[in-house]
């Protein structure tokens, strides 16, 4: 049976702004306050899906939230209607405000784990949502996105859903970002790759000193349970500690993998040899041949790759078995990393292409193509299972544009997102796309 990877994207959400909420993350802090053009952010996104699904690939689209969550506001005690508890909120306790208002989840490369149905005990592709804990703007998420991921993969003999995990710093979990996967096929079983920041209950592992590492083992490990993986079929790795307190604040700013290639800056994880090694020998075990592509310090810097994103991309098959590279605009203007990515195309190496996109609105906030993604890798039948219409079509691709246009604001400043008109146009935004995309009634439980 033919397999595919589906590239679920997420589309901007009417909020986006520059918040300065991500301690750790370099963009979003030193974009803090800069206006911000929501429309023209989610246009970015939907030219990208528009570009990969012209190319052949397998696209589709993942719904954003409702913002600013007046819900988590009352949560923190401010009463009275929607607007008043706006108007509070932007009096008391702006940040407050300015964080339940972010538009993080169009990151869908955090919005969960997702391990395909050849790898798990019971055949089914499993989900769990990531509870982004270790950030109160994210971590208001997981229970939104598990009703989308519901919607979209809806069928149970094919898909299930697992909540978030518990809601402490102990079982911090980033979602897909820390994680990949290594397979001779799609719909072959594979080796589930998991990068852990720190361990939360063995002192022995080391951590970073400065910047906060959002991921741990034991939320790791716990994942590959709820999803019956195999010993044999995953990998746990340490990133390393000096590359966190550089901005690398989750594995994808560092390492991007696909198929039986990780392509991987020389820094990024711990005991690299030994890493390498066991992915090796248990890719071998189930048939395939792995290969990595290490970048050296010396002509790509971890300063270069966390500025320029040139892990953050897409490593996407091409038919013909090589792989094309989708890399952020800013990749073209590092020039050690331009002159890297231009050797690599010249050489004859695995990285036969590279596509570059205009990220900028997202990037501003550290958000790159492989960010923007979530990857659900699925046979013929599953799927035909998946809500159709959240598939990527140039007729949806043309609707979402449109919608864009007509609900979207083209600048927003910190000032702005006091004003409860927002949230009214969030909603009647939200209400529109519920149709489009055939979600049901996802939205209403925040809406009370
Ligand atoms: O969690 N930025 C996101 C970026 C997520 C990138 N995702 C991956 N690497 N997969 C984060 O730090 C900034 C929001 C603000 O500052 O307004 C933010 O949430």
């Known amino acids: 049976m033919n397999a595919f990877e589906v590239n679920f994207d997420g589309l901007v959400g009417p909020t986006h702004n520059y918040g300065g909420l991500s301690y750790g993350n370099v963009a979003s802090q030193s974009n803090s306050q800069v206006a911000s053009n929501p429309r023209e ?16 690939f397998q696209q589709g689209v993942l719904a954003p939230q409702e913002r600013p969550d007046v819900n988590a506001l009352r949560a923190l005690g401010f009463g009275g209607t929607d607007a008043q508890v706006i108007s509070k909120a932007a009096k008391e306790a702006m940040p407050l405000l300015v964080a339940c208002s972010s538009a993080s989840s169009m990151w869908t490369a955090n919005a969960a784990t997702v391990s395909p149905s050849a790898d798990t005990a019971d055949g089914k592709v499993h989900f769990t949502a990531a509870n982004l804990n270790c950030k109160f703007h994210r971590s208001i998420e997981h229970p939104l996105t598990s009703r989308i991921l519901q919607a979209m993969f809806a069928n149970d003999s094919h898909f299930a859903h697992h909540a978030a995990l518990p809601a402490v710093a102990q079982f ?19 080796v589930e790759f998991f990068v852990f920041g720190r361990s939360a209950f063995d002192p022995r592992y080391p951590a970073p000193q400065r910047y906060p590492a959002r991921q741990t083992l034991e939320a790791s490990q716990a994942v590959a349970r709820l999803h019956g993986l195999n010993e044999g079929g995953v990998v746990y790795a340490q990133q390393n500690p000096a590359v966190i307190d550089q901005g690398v604040f989750h594995n994808d700013v560092i390492a991007v993998g ?11 994880f711990l005991d690299t040899d030994k890493v390498l090694d066991e992915l090796r020998n248990k890719l071998a075990a189930v048939g395939g041949q792995f290969a990595s592509l290490c970048v050296p310090s010396a002509e790509v810097s971890v300063q270069d790759a966390v500025q320029s994103y040139l892990f953050n991309s897409q490593l996407l098959s091409r038919p013909d078995g090589r792989m094309l590279l989708v890399v952020p605009d800013e990749c073209r203007q590092n020039a050690n990393v331009w002159a890297y990515l231009q050797a690599q195309m010249a050489s004859n190496g695995p990285i036969a292409e590279v596509k570059v996109f205009e990220l900028k609105q997202s ?8 960010c923007l993604r979530l990857r659900v890798a699925l046979n013929e039948q599953e799927l035909a299972a998946v809500n159709p219409n959240v598939l990527m079509s140039d007729s949806l691709h043309d609707t979402l544009v449109a919608w864009v246009d007509k609900h979207y604001r083209d600048r927003l400043s910190e000032a702005d997102l006091a004003d409860p008109q927002l949230l009214v146009e969030c909603r009647s935004a939200l209400d529109e796309l519920t149709q489009i995309l055939a979600l049901g009634s996802v939205y209403s439980f925040q809406r009370v």
């Not at 990037?363 to 492989?370: K, R, S, V, Y």
């Open 41 to 56: 952010a989610a246009k970015q996104g939907l030219a990208k899906m528009k570009a990969l699904k012209d190319l052949g």
């Open 172 to 190: 911090g979990d980033e979602g897909a970002a820390n994680h990949t996967r290594f397979c001779n096929g799609y719909g072959n079983a594979g």
């Open 258 to 268: 696909n198929a039986e290639l990780l392509f991987h800056h020389e820094e990024a």
């Open 363 to 370: 990037m501003q906030n550290g958000g790159g193509p492989a």
